[in-house]
Each structure stands twice: as structure tokens, then as C-alpha cells.
């Protein structure tokens, strides 16, 4: 019986997807715990491009079951999207995908109110995909959510959505204006709504004998550590939890059943959207990074902001993690450069307990590799620079790395021994 998990420890965008489908090969389940469709998970098989949002990334791989458990919160009409894509590429779902009963429900107002809520906040705005994932759990904290097993009862569903829509009107969350567009989103929501309750499944139950029968399961986190609504550069966080913590409440299994906690990093840093950043490069490092990681947001197509790798914060994310591993991915970015710089420390204040806004790194400076390592497939082979880079990062993080990737096929991953 193994339980692993593979859970991003900077800002996201660390490359999750692609591992979690690589270790996929050889399991029964791969489970999602938190988030919705704002995440964005991608995969390159054979030189084609899959971006997952709701699925868990096992579902590229025809016998494997995904569970998307009762942390997330659930987008009915996107998820139906989802569905027909994996399809048209030859990966059929029937039988394979099980939406927990207890899953929040993202509707059309949950997206209104978020849109809305980001353009009032002007120069202050968070960066949210508007997705709505935000006022969802909102919603779910208040009890006042709605929940999978719900949609069984569509005409109730209606009922208190129109309720809800009329009730934001006369509160001046959202403007009269939007509502005939709204009303088109509602339908929409309702027929996808009904389509994906076939779906609808006691996770739990469904978890937990997997795991007493003995099961191969990998465990999907969403966003990253440095995103979590607790732990992350708050305000500048997702709405959920995306810590190791979070695995057991948003899946119904014991937190003794979770055997590792997997923690990828990208080799350098990004982040998408506004927050804080303290090694970020703005300057031509920062766009060779950017250009030679093709750092695009897979969700939101903006450009991801790029900067050296920050050793203060992994060290911070493996602490609240606990990480029995750690995968570093996109090392073969780093080919081109002369010296590659590492933060190991701020000179002027201390994470959590000060803002990262104003922070200053220290660096310490590494020689670069300059050959082409993408075509690797063993430790030994890798230049000595590459594997004193890795090494670095290990002591300085202090946990050990089972595997770095050097490209995005499934095949360009290295195991270091």
C-alpha cells in the first residue's frame, strides 16, 4: 500500500501536473484535495499539449481512477468542458471519475461576484483567475454553500440560486446590468450541472477502502505552498489550503494513511499575478528565464514573473510540509547561464513574521553548467556544476531530492540516487 503525495511548494506553476502523470503509470487513483478551475495542470505527451483545471492529471492514463474530493470546489459547466476535451483525445471517463457528494459548487454568481470584487480593488487587487473559487468558499465557510449532492435537485437548485442572484442585486454586489448574461450562464450551469451528478460519488467511503485494500494512490495538490490561505503571502493567497495538512479534511483519509509528502520546486522561481517576490529579476535574466521557460500562466495566460531560486522560502514550505522528497523540474532552463544565483537569506527582516514586501534577498553564486542536459536520463551523466546545484539546494532546504526533471516530456525525469 503506498499514499503519495505531490503538492507544489513555491507559487505554483512548479510543474505538478507533469509528475503526478508520470508517477500515475503505476497506480489505481489519483485524488485532487482543494481547489477548483483555478488551477492549471499541464501535460505534454508526444508533443501535445494537455492543460487540466478540475481533473486530476491521472486521467491521461486510461485505467486510472480519479477522485475529486470534497476540499475542491466544483465548476459544473467547465468541468463538462474538461470532460469533452480529455475526450476527443481518446481518454474516456466513464467508470474512471468520482465527484465527492460533499464538494462545494462554483456557480455563475460565485464568477459575477469575483469579477466584481477584483475590479473594486483597483491597484489593490489579488491577481484571482476569476473563477470564482473565492466567493465559493466563502460560501462554504458561512454555510451557505452549495454542495454536489444538491444538483440532484435541480428545480431546488434554481429556486435558491435565483434567490441568491436577486439578494446580490439589492446589496449592490453585482450591477442589474449583467443580469440577462447572467441568466444565459445559469442555463448553462443547469444542464452541465445535471450531466456531471452522474459523477457524484461517497469519495470516502470509496478513499478508505482503497486504501485498505492496499492501493496505489497519488494524492494531487493544487496551486502552491506559498499560496495557502493560511500559510502563503497573505492577501496575496488562493482561497484554500494547499499544504500537506489540508490532504486528510479534503479527502477522508487519516492523516497515518498519507506514506510521503512530496514537495516539487521549479529549479528557479515564478509567480503569477500580484504579491510579493524578493528575487525577482527584472531585467534580462528575469526575461531569459521567462522566454526559455515559456513562463506562461497555463490558467490565466499572463506572464509568469520570474526570479532565482529562494532557499529561505523552501526551507519554510518543507517546514509546514513536512516533505519526505523533494522534485526539482525545468532544470535544463538554467543551461545557458554563466552563474546562477540561490537567496539564502533576507538582510533585513525574517519571513513569517515579516512582509516579504521589502525584503531584501542574499545570494549566494554558483557556476553554471552551459551544455544541453535535456537529453540526461541518469544521475551520473549530469555536469558537475548541474549536480552541485541540486546538492545546494538540498542543504540548504534540508531534505533530500528523489528525481529532477530536464524537460516536459513524461520521459525527462531523472532519479537521483
Not at 57 to 67: A, Y
Not at 258 to 273: L, N
Not at 350 to 369: A, R, V
Request: aromatic share 6%; hydrophobic share 35%; charged share 25%.
Amino acid at each position: 500500500m503506498s499514499v503519495v503525495s505531490i503538492l507544489g511548494a513555491q507559487w505554483g506553476d512548479e510543474g505538478k501536473g507533469k509528475i503526478v502523470d508520470m508517477l500515475s503509470e503505476n497506480v489505481h487513483c489519483v485524488a485532487r484535495f482543494q481547489g477548483g478551475a483555478n488551477a492549471g495542470h499541464t501535460i505534454l505527451i508526444k508533443n501535445e499539449e494537455t492543460i487540466l483545471h478540475q481533473l486530476p492529471s491521472g486521467v491521461m492514463r486510461p485505467n486510472v481512477k480519479c477522485v475529486l474530493g470534497n476540499g475542491m470546489v466544483i465548476d459544473p459547466v467547465l468541468l463538462v468542458e474538461e470532460i469533452e476535451m480529455v475526450e476527443a483525445k481518446g481518454c474516456f471517463v466513464k467508470n474512471r471519475i468520482y465527484i465527492s457528494y460533499l464538494a462545494n459548487v462554483v456557480t455563475p454568481l460565485h464568477k459575477e461576484l469575483d469579477c466584481s470584487l477584483e475590479s473594486s480593488l483597483g491597484t489593490r487587487a489579488i491577481g484571482t483567475t476569476k473563477k470564482g473559487i473565492g466567493p465559493c468558499y466563502a460560501d462554504k465557510v458561512s454555510r451557505n454553500g452549495l454542495l454536489v449532492k444538491d444538483l440532484k435537485n435541480l428545480a431546488a437548485v434554481k429556486a435558491n440560486l435565483e434567490e441568491k442572484i436577486n439578494r446580490a442585486v439589492n446589496q449592490n454586489l453585482i450591477n442589474s446590468d449583467v443580469l440577462p448574461l447572467l441568466k444565459e450562464e445559469c442555463d448553462k450551469f443547469y444542464q452541465a450541472a445535471a450531466l456531471i451528478y452522474q459523477y457524484a460519488a461517497d469519495t470516502i467511503t470509496l478513499m478508505n477502502e482503497m486504501v485498505a485494500k492496499g492501493s496505489n494512490i497519488l494524492v494531487e495538490g493544487a496551486q502552491g505552498s506559498l499560496l495557502d490561505i493560511d500559510y502563503g503571502t497573505y492577501p496575496f493567497v488562493t482561497s484554500s489550503n494547499t499544504t500537506s495538512g489540508n490532504i486528510s479534511t479534503g479527502l477522508g483519509i487519516g492523516p497515518t494513511k498519507i506514506d510521503e509528502i512530496i514537495g516539487v520546486f521549479k529549479a528557479y522561481q515564478t509567480r503569477v499575478g500580484a504579491g510579493p517576490f524578493p528575487t525577482e529579476q527584472l531585467n534580462e535574466i528575469g526575461e531569459k528565464l521567462q522566454q526559455i521557460g515559456g513562463e506562461i500562466g497555463a490558467t490565466t495566460k499572463r506572464k509568469r514573473r520570474c526570479g532565482w531560486f529562494d532557499a529561505v522560502l523552501a526551507k519554510y514550505t518543507n517546514q509546514i510540509n513536512g516533505f519526505t522528497s523533494i522534485i526539482l523540474t525545468k532544470l535544463d532552463v538554467l543551461d545557458d547561464f554563466d552563474e546562477i544565483k540561490i537567496c539564502t537569506d533576507y538582510a533585513n527582516g525574517n519571513f513569517p513574521e515579516d512582509n516579504l514586501e521589502g525584503l531584501k534577498p542574499e545570494y549566494i553564486t554558483l557556476p553554471g553548467w552551459k551544455t544541453d542536459i535535456s537529453d540526461i536520463r541518469k544521475w551520473e551523466d549530469l555536469p558537475a556544476n548541474t549536480k552541485n546545484y541540486v546538492e545546494t539546494i538540498e542543504r540548504l532546504v534540508g531534505v533530500k531530492a528523489s528525481r529532477v526533471s530536464v524537460g516536459k516530456e513524461r520521459d525527462q525525469i531523472i532519479e537521483k540516487k
